[in-house]
């Protein structure tokens, strides 16, 4: 079974940063389209960086949130800096079809728990 797992929110201060780790398993990462999105209080989920051959982010996140994973031991992370008030949402980890366009809306995959992140200005 495709199991993911986000972990490493918490309360921090504009301006700050934070790392955001996904523990996965039963699939391969270059089996899927590997993403991060995320769900601000009263807006529709969003996808914000999504990696196969190549790695996007959303305009929002560009030059802030670095996307990385590590498939020896099966983890994705998401470093995020320069931490916004607009940023505070529940963060999800996600592995969506090969070629799938995170970057826009996505209902087909699979998504762990999130972890919320509060930025406070």
């Known amino acids: 079974d495709v199991q993911l797992q986000a972990s490493g929110g918490g309360s921090v201060q504009a301006g700050e940063s934070l790392r955001l780790s996904c523990a996965t398993s039963g699939f391969k990462f270059d089996d899927y389209t590997i993403g991060w999105f995320r769900q601000a209080p009263g807006k529709e989920r969003e996808g914000i960086s999504c990696?196969?051959?190549?790695?996007y982010y959303a305009d929002s996140v560009k030059g802030r949130f670095t996307f990385s994973s590590d498939t020896a031991t099966n983890m994705l992370y998401l470093q995020m800096h320069s931490l916004k008030s607009e940023d505070t949402a529940v963060y999800y980890c996600a592995a969506l079809p090969y070629g799938s366009n995170c970057l826009q809306p996505v209902s087909i995959g699979y998504w762990g728990q999130g972890t919320l992140v509060t930025v406070s200005s």
């Open positions: 990696s196969d051959d190549s790695t």
